[in-house]
């Protein structure tokens, strides 16, 4: 029925319904439906490629089915997530193929695709919006033997030489140099939204912009020492400016209340950050709270650590249970305060504020509050709309299920290991749950995945793990996770020690292992996986399937044995029956003697058996699995029968001398 009413549509309306999905969106969704569909979206004209972290399927997918001429927007990124992203894309396509391109995205480009794209950007005659993460990997800043500054002006300024900058409408450069800057402010007449965050302005710089047609304009984090004449000076050029945001240190006069109301009666939004030092701030407060400010653009400003700064945007967005509202501040409702929290810590002890965080998306628990009655934290946040938590290896089991049933949007987990012992138990106390909406998975601080059981048990626990970020100990515990997190797309493993030739080797064995890309960070290694391959086909490493399939058994026996369904139980008592059957048999084909027979068999396998082997078994299920704490208690009977065949003799004149 849903096919034929897509059927129904007409062209235009799909390419309606196109506009608002990402092209990996429209392909997975629509693609090889039906011939009508197909037709649809080959004349799609408007695609946007987005590929920050994207998975290397829908990369992939994208690029098979892509027509550049069809290609309206492109972000990409070789950030730690898809590492070696451009260059597989500049390999597939040439830029200048791209003849409809309006806006480009680099985020940390290679310097090498860096170079290429600056090379062919002025044949992109309708880009209008260029976006540049220039905080490039340190890899990249290898070619520079210049100071910390200089690779970030040097890089700016060559990509500049080839940056069709006269016709751009929407330029935002992280990290740029003010000679860039000073280039940009020339060339770049056109601009409607400028987004600069500048490093190494001089602090007596003078900024004269002349952009008639510049809508909205963020001046990041200067070292500039303005004073309010260099702010109006700035701005007298700009005569459709309605949206300004501007972070510097400068002079006590920035907090003048009137001259910022007369400058920008037209504005929508305005936002400034200022390390000032005030005298008088009780005074400087009230000269803000006139009806132009709190009424008519309800715009409230704060000063806090001799800074002077509008809210809610530059208040900090993470809070732990000592949080206090900004004591110098203009603001009439303290709920814009909370709403911008994102991020809560409770480091001792839970305390409820004045009002609840309603929009917390990363939750962090530390030391004693990990081990306390959590029952008062929903009262505090919003657990429903948390996305990522953060724990210690010490919480307890109880808390851990609290929590994950509190929170139904949960899709990151990290957790924080202090010691070894405290994962290992925190393992030991979760290993039978199974969490699959968890999509990112991290590992952090001191503990190495160094046991082949806990590497597959993890996969077993998280089995819809995207992204895992861990330590491991060697290469076979790094192929174990990336075969048994059978949807993982990018992971990161840090090694304890890798040294050059260990990168050599490894290298080797990585490219027999995994379809993708990968690049070394010093110990670290970082994928971008494509797909696993089974690594028991694998004959370079055929000697570890047998184990490989034996563990796989053994767990699937573990999870069974450790639920309380009814074929669970009925399964665990029949494989103690069927065990217990053999003991028993074994016995009386060792030993003849029926006295003896009847006597040891009341000792060693009747009840009383149970009263001295529950505490060995406690302790040892403790770190162990089910079916091997089953196993031990069996062998240890095994033991047991041998030795009172062995002993025969002995036996039967202890039982004469018990009778007599």
Not at 109 to 131: A, F, G, P
Not at 593 to 608: A, D, E, K, M
Not at 636 to 658: C, N, R
């Amino acid at each position: 029925m849903k096919q034929r009413l897509l059927d129904e549509l007409p062209i235009e309306i799909l390419h309606i319904l196109f506009s608002y999905l990402l092209a990996h969106e429209i392909f997975y969704s629509f693609l090889n439906i039906n011939s009508y569909l197909d037709a649809a979206i080959v004349s799609y004209p408007n695609y946007q490629l987005n590929f920050q972290s994207i998975s290397k399927y829908y990369f992939d997918l994208v690029c098979q089915h892509i027509s550049p001429k069809r290609v309206i927007a492109i972000t990409l990124s070789d950030d730690n997530d898809t590492c070696g992203q451009s260059e597989i894309f500049l390999s597939r396509f040439q830029i200048d193929q791209f003849v409809k391109l309006r806006s480009l995205t680099l985020i940390r480009i290679e310097l090498k695709s860096l170079k290429y794209i600056n090379l062919h950007l002025h044949k992109l005659d309708q880009l209008v919006s260029l976006t540049c993460d220039l905080t490039l990997n340190d890899s990249s800043f290898a070619i520079f033997q210049l100071g910390h500054w200089m690779k970030f002006s040097l890089v700016s300024t060559d990509l500049l030489s080839g940056m069709p900058l006269s016709h751009l409408h929407h330029l935002t450069i992280v990290q740029c140099s003010f000679k860039t800057f000073i280039i940009i402010c020339n060339l770049a007449r056109q601009l409607k939204t400028l987004d600069i965050e500048l490093i190494g302005c001089p602090s007596n710089a003078v900024f004269q912009f002349e952009f008639v047609q510049l809508t909205r304009l963020i001046l990041r984090n200067l070292s500039w020492d303005a004073s309010m004449n260099d702010i109006e000076s700035a701005l007298l050029k700009l005569p459709r400016l309605r949206h300004l945001e501007i972070s510097t240190s400068g002079l006590v006069d920035l907090a003048d209340a009137y001259r910022w109301e007369m400058l920008s009666k037209d504005f929508v939004t305005l936002k400034f950050y200022f390390k000032i030092q005030l005298s008088s701030i009780e005074k400087t407060l009230a000269s803000f709270r006139t009806p132009f400010w709190l009424i008519e653009k309800q715009w409230f400003v704060a000063y806090e650590n001799m800074s002077f700064f509008t809210i809610p945007h530059f208040l900090q967005t993470h809070a732990n249970e000592y949080f206090q509202l900004p004591r110098d501040s203009t603001c009439l409702n303290n709920a814009i305060v909370y709403e911008h929290i994102t991020k809560s810590i409770f480091v001792d002890k839970i305390i409820k504020p004045d009002h609840r965080f309603t929009n917390v998306h990363t939750l962090e628990l530390r030391n004693k509050t990990a081990n306390a009655d959590l029952a008062a934290l929903p009262a505090v946040v919003d657990l429903h709309v948390v996305k990522t938590l953060l724990l210690p290896s010490s919480i307890e089991h109880k808390n851990v299920t609290f929590l994950l049933n509190n929170m139904p949007r949960l899709e990151n987990l990290a957790i924080n290991t202090s010691a070894d012992q405290d994962f290992e138990d925190f393992f030991q106390e979760n290993k039978h749950m199974r969490l699959e909406n968890i999509h990112t998975l991290t590992i952090c601080n001191q503990y190495v995945i160094s046991n082949r059981y806990i590497a597959s048990q993890l996969c077993h626990i998280f089995p819809r793990v995207k992204k895992l970020h861990v330590s491991v100990n060697r290469l076979d515990d790094m192929i174990i996770l990336i075969d048994g997190f059978k949807h993982l797309s990018s992971a990161s493993f840090m090694f304890k020690s890798l040294f050059n030739n260990d990168k050599q080797d490894l290298r080797q064995k990585i490219n027999t292992i995994i379809n993708g890309v990968y690049r070394f960070d010093g110990s670290c290694v970082r994928m971008w996986i494509e797909n696993r391959m089974d690594i028991s086909r694998k004959k370079n490493i055929s000697n570890t399937s047998w184990t490989q399939r034996l563990e796989k058994f053994w767990h699937y026996l573990d999870f069974m044995l450790s639920q309380e369904s009814p074929l669970s139980k009925f399964f665990t008592i029949f494989l103690i029956a069927y065990l217990h059957n053999i003991a028993t048999q074994m016995w009386i084909y060792l030993v003849p003697y029926i006295v003896l027979n009847l006597f040891v068999c009341q000792t060693i396998l009747g009840s009383s058996s149970f009263v001295y082997l529950s505490p060995i078994g406690s302790l040892f299920s403790k770190y162990v699995d089910r079916p091997s704490t089953y196993l031990f208690g069996y062998l240890f009977v095994y033991i047991i029968i041998i030795i009172g065949y062995i002993f025969s003799d002995e036996w039967k004149l202890m039982i004469a001398d018990t009778v007599s």
